[in-house]
């Protein structure tokens, strides 16, 4: 199979929309090629155009594209989901635990490649924007019970110096495959990126209770469309951008 008809063909069908398409022409090159061809294909995909298959998560069955996708490549991706109009965040977390979680993965290894890309901090933000207060918790006293929480804001430095003690919880009482697990890897495995992520967390935090909606980043038409029309597969962020050479 020729890798860079197939490659056009990919790019050509995600920016038409058709998001599962895509995917099955990327499953058939791994059915007839194997996994290794497959792999160079998404190596030379540009982020968007990746993003725009492993976003549309199905639990209902497994995707060679989120079984096979690297650190590296999922970071590059899972920074720029922003530019999807997803409020509820549901696209993000469905994406991150699929491919995170997965069965031959290091967590850590993911993780570590998102922390290395500017928008990695503000990507797992958004990924734990409903849990803020109990994340909050989770850094403050060891536990995820807002109850134990006596509200004491913690400084940086404050932050850093707990990430060190024995955890109060261990990683096996919260191991969900969920966003607590997540926060536990983040907090004593990556405390660096667990406090980066905190802060950004915070500072959303204010701004919603400030009555800054999230709403208002996209105002203006900046070519981003609604998510209802990226779910029912009618357009991508990138779609309307026809001069571009690729589309999420």
Known sequence: MNHLALIAKTQSLIAAGDIVGAES?????ADIEGDGALLVVLD????KDILAVIREYDNSKESVINLLVTPAQFARAVVIEKQYRDLTRTHLRGMVNSIIFREDAN???FLNAMGDLEGGSEALADYFSEKWSRIEAFARCGTFDP??????????TAL????YVKPRVEQDEVADQDWMELAWLLRHECPDLFIEMLIVLRAKARAHDMGLGEEEEFEE???KVETGDTDRG???????ESDEESAI
């Open 25 to 29: 022409a990327l499953v058939e090159l």
């Open 44 to 47: 030379q995909l540009p982020p």
């Open 107 to 109: 967590p850590v290894d």
């Open 147 to 156: 109850m134990e929480d006596d509200g004491e804001m913690l400084s940086e």
């Open 160 to 163: 850093l110096a707990s990430a």
């Open 221 to 223: 038409d900046d070519g």
């Open 234 to 240: 009618k357009a991508t962020p990138a779609a309307r």
